[in-house]
């Protein structure tokens, strides 16, 4: 399967908590992007672009460590796949476009994406209920999902469909925020404690990266000078990455 496609629906069925949910995080993204089309140069701050290309070369330096070729071997799901920026790395690091998934809850960005990805498969699916067998995943990125979900009964219920979609001693490759936004009440910090707490048998790897956004993008011109000097200091560093290892197939 290729380009934008829409599943079985995947929001009735579920509690009426995780519903209302649904709908907040498809309104808030919306609002983000009319936003972004109406301040183009919003993604231009060289901060913003920074503090991408951190979260890229890392996850680059991550899959060096952690894959082996030949690439194909490997099937990977970007939960909440936006615009399909990271499927995009992934196929510039070599990933065969049929190694690809992406999901996510906007048409409007899954189209968006199908058009920057035509041969890989991107589905409008409410993770919850993902649309796919169980253990199909070698990983499952999480960029900024978790930290989005204010429902604890959403978050329960995406981290046990992860679970489900993840091969034994496959991996959630995991990028979110550690800090709370008293900017932004749409979302949430991600604590280790949460991130635990919501894969009690997972292994945490992970370390603080990239700087924190409200002072990265006011770098402005400065911010080839400032932004590794800042960084390098981890009370900076904004948020989580790193992997969350499920636990290999119990022996017989």
Not at 49 to 54: A, K, P, W, Y
Not at 187 to 216: G, N, W
Not at 221 to 237: D, G, I, S
């Amino acid at each position: 399967m290729s380009g934008a496609q829409s599943p079985l629906p995947s929001d009735d069925g579920g509690d009426r908590s995780s519903s209302a949910e649904v709908a907040r995080i498809r309104s808030v993204y919306a609002k983000y992007t009319l936003r972004d089309r109406g301040d183009p140069e919003r993604s231009r701050r060289p901060g913003r672009q920074r503090m991408v290309r951190d979260r890229d070369m890392a996850l680059c330096r991550l899959l060096d460590q952690e894959v082996v070729r030949p690439l194909s071997r490997y099937r990977i799901l970007d939960l909440g796949c936006g615009r399909g920026d990271l499927i995009e790395r992934l196929q510039h690091f070599g990933f065969p476009d049929g190694s690809l998934s992406g999901v996510d809850l906007l048409p409007d960005s899954l189209a968006a994406a199908a058009r920057k990805c035509p041969s890989v498969s991107f589905m409008e699916a409410n993770a919850e209920r993902l649309p796919f067998p169980g253990q199909r995943f070698n990983f499952v990125l999480a960029f900024t999902v978790f930290s989005s979900i204010l429902d604890p009964v959403m978050a329960g219920n995406v981290a046990r469909e992860i679970d489900r979609v993840l091969v034994p001693d496959g991996a959630v490759i995991w990028y979110d925020m550690r800090y709370p936004n008293p900017w932004n009440g749409n979302i949430r910090a991600m604590t280790k404690q949460r991130i635990q707490s919501l894969f009690p048998d997972y292994r945490l790897e992970l370390h603080a990266k990239t700087l924190i956004p409200t002072v990265a993008y006011r770098l402005g011109p400065l911010t080839n000078t400032l932004y590794p000097a800042l960084v390098r200091f981890p009370a900076f560093r904004s948020h989580y990455f790193g992997l969350l290892r499920k636990p290999p197939p119990a022996a017989t």
